[in-house]
């Protein structure tokens, strides 16, 4: 087994293929992409056959990644009509040349990845073949566990994140599952946490718990929330206003036919100590009660608050341009309009977060460069954080290695007033700005390992580059009709 996996092809360094978190429908393999994919395949083709390394060394180099960035880049301006280069500005000597590639990419910076997910199922055999969630996704195939529901637990997760990439520090965050059997549930985040101090020595995951205000009577859910801060190590809080279906609310109560209940829980959050709401915006299947319009209200009456908007409003089907009238009610614009309208300016009490955000993005460098550049001038590069929704999209290395080499070109700063974002940007949204938002000491160093350790045991990793969601609509609409409409 051991020279199977040696010897077998890794994957891409990053995966053009179809994936969802399963909130969206996957993206389409359109035209642009395609192209893309293919010029990065015979672009590695050609360099392996002229470094003479092999093909599986030659793909966990940094010259792998920049011929796959640099295809994207070229695909999609070819489309636009752009010069190519201007997003991912590697150099041609970069496809041999792996110190050219790595001096764009420039050095490993510290990753704290505030999204993190995992599925920890009480393995029964005599359940084993019923329908659990995450059965439509492709790492329920891993081939490394008896039972597939074993292939989402705590160690594939720490193996992803911890092994597999630069990140040192996660926060695990609740997922939209009723959380009575959750397998994600506030006290599997808790022994997740524990496991993790018992391994490494230190704090390097914190929890992001789960609390739905609307789905029992609010005093019962303050109760619950106080009880689970005084028994678990709790950094912050997790919520969705659309789920579950057809029980919404909203943050700034300002819909007269819903539960008011934003107000009350907000003020909760202070109350127990704990005043970092993290709400899901956005990849909300279109519903209204996913839009982020009641953040900046909420946050200019609790500015007591922390609030970090997952996904910043963005929504997959809709392309990104840059910040208009006519399109201020649109994906990440939503977010936009909220806040200015309350007056909240960068570096106040709202915070953009980039998780599956950013995975979509980075294939669409053009619109990326519009949206970082929306955030930047929004909230500041103080107030931007890094989130990748990792386990979904398999181990996020190439996530963090595009952010690392991505630009907005010059032009598009004149014309739209973009800042640039420098290395020391990318340093703060990578890691810094989630260690200040928690009031923690940043852990920098890998776990248990020294850097060419870590180097050393990806190269030899015997699972290969691949997304763990579901790949096809026929595979998210399952899971959202099993649920009723939603995971």
């Known amino acids: 087994m051991t020279t199977r996996w040696r010897d077998e092809d890794p994957g891409l360094p990053i995966n053009f293929e179809q994936c969802s978190n399963g909130e969206f429908d996957p993206e389409p393999m359109n035209p642009v992409r395609r192209e893309a994919e293919r010029a990065a395949r ?6 392996v056959g002229r470094t003479g390394v092999s093909r599986r060394q030659f793909l966990r180099s ?24 201007l997003f991912y500005p590697f150099d041609p000597s970069s496809r041999l040349d792996t110190e050219a590639a790595r001096s764009i990419l420039g050095s490993p910076q510290f990753v704290f990845d505030v999204q993190g997910h995992l599925l920890e199922y009480d393995i029964d055999p005599s359940t084993r073949g019923d329908w659990f969630w995450g059965s439509q996704f492709p790492q329920a195939r891993c081939e490394e566990e008896d039972d597939p529901r074993a292939c989402f637990a705590t160690n594939h997760f720490l193996e992803e994140i911890f092994i597999r990439s630069d990140t040192t520090m996660t926060a695990l965050s609740g997922l939209p599952i009723n959380p009575e059997g959750s397998p994600l549930s506030n006290e599997v985040m808790e022994e997740t946490r524990q496991l993790v101090v018992a391994l490494s020595g230190d704090e390097r995951v914190v929890v992001n718990a789960l609390a739905l205000p609307q789905t029992a009577p609010i005093e019962s859910v303050l109760d619950e929330m106080s009880k689970t801060v005084e028994e678990n190590r709790i950094a912050g809080w997790k919520t969705f206003t659309h789920f579950p279906s057809g029980i919404h609310w909203w943050l700034d109560d300002h819909d007269p036919d819903l539960a008011p209940v934003g107000n009350a829980f907000l003020e909760h959050l202070v109350a127990i100590g704990t005043p970092i709401l993290f709400v899901h915006k956005g990849l909300s299947n279109q519903t209204r009660y996913g839009s982020p319009v009641d953040i900046g209200p909420a946050a200019a009456s609790h500015p007591d608050v922390s609030f970090v908007v997952y996904h910043s409003g963005f929504e997959v089907a809709q392309r990104e341009g840059p910040y208009t009238a006519d399109a201020a009610n649109v994906g990440v614009n939503r977010l936009i309009t909220s806040v200015r309208d309350a007056g909240i300016g960068p570096g106040e009490n ?15 460098p053009d619109e990326a460069a519009h949206v970082i550049g929306k955030l930047l001038v929004a909230f500041g590069e103080n107030n931007i954080l890094w989130g990748t929704d990792s386990i979904f999209y398999g181990s996020p290395q190439g996530q963090i290695d595009a952010f690392r080499a991505f630009q907005i070109p010059e032009e598009m700063q004149t014309r739209f007033g973009y800042s640039p974002i420098t290395r020391g940007a990318k340093a703060k949204i990578l890691g810094w700005n989630a260690a200040n938002l928690y009031g923690i000491e940043p852990i920098t160093e890998p776990v248990g390992f020294t850097r060419e350790d870590l180097e050393l045991a990806r190269a030899e990793h015997p699972v290969p580059t691949r997304t763990w969601g579901p790949q096809t609509v026929e595979g998210v609409r399952e899971l959202r009709a099993h649920h009723q409409g939603w995971p």
Do not use: M
């Open 62 to 85: 940094a010259s792998a990644l920049a011929i796959c960035l640099t295809a994207i880049d070229g695909a999609v301006s070819a489309a636009r009509n752009l010069q190519p280069g």
């Open 350 to 364: 709202v915070y953009a977060e980039l998780g599956s955000t950013w995975w979509h993005l980075l294939r669409r």
């Open 42 to 47: 015979a672009a590695i083709d050609e360099a």
